[in-house]
């Protein structure tokens, strides 16, 4: 079996993940892996450090004391999720973390929002092979609910994202932006 720090490089690369392949069966590890800790995440009370020592057995990494998460949370990977301080992410949040999520410092997530990092092959002969490409997100940026953020998007330090929007390109700092798809409507003036 592929070993997890292979798998996080090979996934840095925007690679083709070929289906039945080693990192493809690493997916389905790493999904497995990662219902169990969701489950028991989400299936009753825990007290802030709980959850901060939940999550970081989910992501596989120290997550800072200043994290808040109101469950229930799901992932169908969780050791591509990088977290800054004095993140929220508010109740039923989907993160498709394979290709990579970075949420900087700061970030606010609202109700329901999905972060996305994979897509099909376009052909249908290959449509079980996958391509990642990672979502960013800067300092401080805010997230709607009931948003998608779609893979390969950035969004600058500051932006906010507007409830129910579509992110299909990258988000420049200090904007509001809104809709489907998502575009700017205005500049925040600090």
């Avoid at 004391?65 to 799901?74: A, D, G, H, Q, V």
């Amino acid at each position: 079996m592929m070993k997890i720090d292979k798998f996080l490089d090979f996934m840095k690369n925007n690679n083709r993940i070929e289906a039945g392949s080693k990192v493809f069966e690493m997916f389905h590890k790493l999904s497995q892996e990662a219902l169990k800790i969701t489950v028991e995440l989400n299936n009753k009370y825990h007290t802030p450090d709980e959850i901060i020592g939940i999550f970081s057995k989910l992501t596989g990494k120290d997550i800072d004391k200043s994290f808040r998460l109101f469950p229930p949370f799901y992932t169908d990977c969780g050791k591509n999720i990088k977290i800054g301080k004095n993140v929220f992410i508010n109740a039923c949040c989907k993160f498709q973390d394979q290709g990579g999520i970075t949420i900087g410092d700061g970030c606010l997530i609202g109700h329901n929002v999905t972060i996305a990092t994979l897509n099909h092959d376009i052909n249908p002969k290959n449509r079980a092979s996958l391509y990642a490409k990672a979502v960013k997100l800067g300092k401080n940026v805010w997230i709607g609910a009931d948003s998608t953020i779609l893979p390969g998007v950035t969004i600058g330090d500051g932006a906010i994202i507007g409830a129910g929007s579509v992110v299909t390109k990258n988000i420049p700092a200090n904007s509001i932006a809104v809709g489907n798809p998502c575009r700017v409507i205005k500049k925040i003036k600090e």
